[in-house]
């Protein structure tokens, strides 16, 4: 995706996804609370006709850019990589002129029911999730994007809002929130996205722990006051940069969490792991087995 074209996605609508409201709209400004730190008077504006934001509490500011940075404490081209994969998020477009142009991408939802599209089932066949899996905790989803519909994966949140994946397409439609999976334990884990927390129940079918998917490392700060009473915390966060420093973020706030990520060190996450181990054990299967003979 071209540089300027990621830099034309409105930050209002980027936030939105990412499960942040404004606590007051001023004519182009719009106030949050900020999605970098715990405040609670607003002092992050976004300035919607020059597309930009700034932080009055650290002086931080820029473009789209810059706050994915800020959010997911990332490089700058980790955050350009982010945003080109997020072509489902609503923008705002401009014209030759710089005159902006008034319209909004939305995705719309049409129905839910269980899992049956072929084309989904071998896209979870890929992920090695089984259908008995992903049909206790996700639906199959119709949906509008640019008047148009598709069939995706759709994993619910506490807020309603859904989480929605294809081959071909990652999204949310709105509103963004954590998932919470309570079986009423004292054993608490969390995941970085529900194609880890599948995977961990394909790994471990039997598995009663409570659990709690984020959904976007964004939202990581509202679950603080969910973590509190758990005697055992476990945590399955992405072997990158951002993943990494999540995991310092939620050792502060709970000092007894497990890395959960060291049991996949050499893989990016749960999921890429789970299909590594499958994978090897098809060739274990396929290796045809040879016997020596006795010279003579």
């Known amino acids: 995706m071209d540089i300027q074209y990621i830099k034309q996605i409105a930050i209002t609508d980027y936030l939105q996804q990412q499960g942040y409201a404004p606590a007051r709209v001023h004519g182009i400004h719009y106030w949050y609370c900020s999605p970098l730190r715990n405040e609670r008077t607003p002092s992050f504006k976004v300035n919607t006709e020059r597309n930009q934001w700034y932080d009055f509490g650290t002086g931080e500011h820029g473009d789209i850019i810059d706050l994915v940075c800020a959010l997911f404490r990332c490089s700058i081209s980790e955050a350009i990589d982010r945003l080109s994969g997020a072509k489902q998020v609503a923008h705002q477009g401009f014209s030759f002129g710089g005159e902006r142009k008034n319209f909004e991408r939305k995705l719309e939802i049409f129905s839910a029911h269980p899992l049956s599209n072929p084309n989904l089932l071998r896209y979870l066949s890929e992920r090695t999730i089984p259908l008995s899996i992903a049909s206790t905790y996700c639906s199959e989803v119709l949906f509008q994007n640019m008047n148009r519909k598709y069939y995706a994966i759709g994993f619910a949140n506490d807020a309603l809002g859904w989480e929605i994946r294809n081959i071909y397409f990652k999204g949310c439609i709105a509103p963004k929130a954590v998932t919470t999976i309570k ?20 790994l471990n079918p039997s598995s009663m722990s409570d659990a709690i998917v984020l959904n976007s490392l964004a939202l990581l700060p509202r679950i603080k006051e969910q973590i509190m009473g758990y005697q055992e915390v476990e945590g399955f966060l992405d072997n990158d940069d951002a993943g990494r420093k999540s995991f310092a973020v939620l050792k502060q706030i709970c000092p007894q969490i497990v890395d959960g990520s060291t049991r996949y060190r050499e893989h990016k996450d749960l999921n890429e792991w789970l299909v590594a181990q499958s994978k090897i054990k098809e060739k274990q299967v396929l290796l045809p087995t040879t016997k020596r003979g006795i010279r003579k």
């Open 183 to 202: 079986r009423g334990t004292d054993r608490l884990q969390i995941f970085e996205g529900f194609m880890d927390f599948l995977s961990w129940q394909t």
